[in-house]
Nanobody
Framework: QVQLVESGGGSVQAGGSLRLSCRISGYTYRPNCMGWFRQAPGKERDRVATIDILGNTGYADSVKGRFTIAQDNAKNTLYLQMNSLKPEDTAMYYC??????????????WGQGTQVTVSS
């Protein structure tokens, strides 16, 4: 069974940085796409960044130029480097994996989430 475990969340002041990590295990075939999503209180869960098995990346407009998604295949780990953080980045961040495609509407596997809080 595929398992995703996030780490690296925390509290930071505006302008600061955090790096989230997500370790994936239990898969037979590596998912074609992995990504980070976030959900703020009272809001829908939004896609933040994705990376496919070839290393192609995609970002939400709100994080372009500030966040970087990367994967270390040897360590089975996905990262999200977040720089120049803003209070509006405050949310629960989720790691997700999808066997089929980064364009999938419904993703198959999710982590438990890690909280990121940015104070002004």
């Amino acid at each position: 069974q595929v398992q995703l475990v996030e780490s690296g969340g925390g509290s930071v002041q505006a302008g600061g940085s955090l790096r989230l990590s997500c370790r994936i295990s239990g898969y037979t075939y590596r998912p074609n796409c992995m990504g980070w999503f976030r959900q703020a209180p009272g809001k829908e869960r939004d896609r933040v960044a994705t990376i496919d098995i070839l290393g192609n990346t995609g970002y939400a407009d709100s994080v372009k130029g500030r966040f970087t998604i990367a994967q270390d295949n040897a360590k089975n780990t996905l990262y999200l480097q977040m720089n120049s953080l803003k209070p509006e980045d405050t949310a629960m961040y989720y790691c997700a994996a999808e066997p089929s495609s980064c364009y999938s509407i419904s993703w198959s596997y999710w982590g438990q989430g890690t909280q990121v809080t940015v104070s002004s």
